[in-house]
Nanobody
Framework: QVQLVESGGGLVQAGGSLRLSCAAS????????MGWFRQAPGKEREFVAG???????VYADSVKGRFTISRDNAKNTVYLQMNSLKPEDTAVYYC????????????????WGQGTQVTVSS
């Protein structure tokens, strides 16, 4: 069993920053297979950031240059630093564990956290 717990969401003004954390526990889990998704009201869940099989970072075009994914293996924690936030970044953000090959596809992930709300005001 794997447990993923997100934290760090909140309300921020446009242009501001937030750092999300995802703490993993349970069965041995490599942070290199973790990723972040988000879901806005009325929209499908979409990929935000993750790690490729070679260890590099992968980002959705909409967040490139503004968001940074990182990990601390010692703490079994993955982070999402979000800068220059925009109102369209408003969503519930989820971390998840990837079991498949495709970093950007939600169907390749099995365990999901409960999500943390990020609201960006204009």
């Amino acid at each position: 069993q794997v447990q993923l717990v997100e934290s760090g969401g909140g309300l921020v003004q446009a242009g501001g920053s937030l750092r999300l954390s995802c703490a993993a526990s349970g069965r041995t889990l490599s942070t290199s297979v973790m990723g972040w998704f988000r879901q806005a009201p009325g929209k499908e869940r979409e990929f935000v950031a993750g790690f490729s099989r070679s260890g590099g970072s992968v980002y959705a075009d909409s967040v490139k240059g503004r968001f940074t994914i990182s990990r601390d293996n010692a703490k079994n924690t993955v982070y999402l630093q979000m800068n220059s936030l925009k109102p369209e970044d408003t969503a519930v953000y989820y971390c998840a564990r990837r079991v498949g090959r495709t970093v950007v596809s939600a169907t390749e992930y099995d365990y999901w956290g409960q999500g943390t709300q990020v609201t960006v005001s204009s």
